[in-house]
């Protein structure tokens, strides 16, 4: 598949992706591409993101592919049992916050993750349904890499070790992510049309 056959989903995760988030240049650069919006993005309820998501899916007119990021990607593992049939053709996943775990995660732009974690967790174990590649660093303070090769394991999904990258996002050097374009490429070129 291309990017030109398929409506790609941005679903940032918790406080949204910034203007120089790797997210952002994508939703910018790739024309069928659109962000998620959610309707509260700083106390996000789990039903109300799913909901979103589920939405979101059901309006697309060609295949849609999932880009999700942080506690995006325990969003789309939530929202995947609701999804209409056959709509997704697969999931690009980016460090996923391990929400089961989250009482040492850092605080993020003056934000401290709460312990009640707005309904997410624990993470889903069941298979997604659709193909999906799960990417996660060696060194990220959301979630060990054992336990995002355990959540991919469980989704049926492909991991792929990105190394020493932190969270994958603006903070730690991931604004552009030129290798992560061609990944994705790569992961949409491997998919069936």
Not at 10 to 16: E, H, K, Q, S, Y
Not at 107 to 121: C, Q, R
């Amino acid at each position: 598949m291309k990017s030109s056959e398929v409506d790609i989903l941005i679903v940032p995760g918790w406080l949204d992706s910034g203007p120089g988030h790797w997210q952002t240049r994508w939703e910018k650069n790739l024309k069928t591409a659109q962000r998620i919006q959610q309707p509260d993005w700083k106390t996000p309820d789990r039903d109300a993101w799913v909901k979103s998501i589920v939405a979101a899916v059901e309006q697309t007119e060609r295949p849609a592919i999932l880009v999700a990021h942080s506690l995006g990607v325990i969003a789309v593992a939530y929202a995947a049992a609701q999804l209409p049939a056959g709509r997704v053709a697969g999931a690009f996943l980016v460090a996923p916050a391990d929400v089961d775990n989250s009482t040492d995660w850092p605080e993020n732009d003056g934000h401290k993750w709460p312990a009640e974690n707005f309904g997410f967790a624990p993470v889903p174990t069941e298979p997604l349904g659709f193909p999906a590649l799960v990417l996660a660093a060696n060194d990220a303070p959301y979630c060990t890499q054992a336990r995002a090769e355990a959540m991919a394991a469980a989704w049926g999904a492909k991991f792929v070790d990105v190394g020493q990258a932190g969270h994958i996002a603006e903070e730690h050097g991931f604004g552009p992510w030129p290798d992560g374009l061609l990944k994705f490429g790569k992961f949409l070129a491997d998919l069936k049309s």
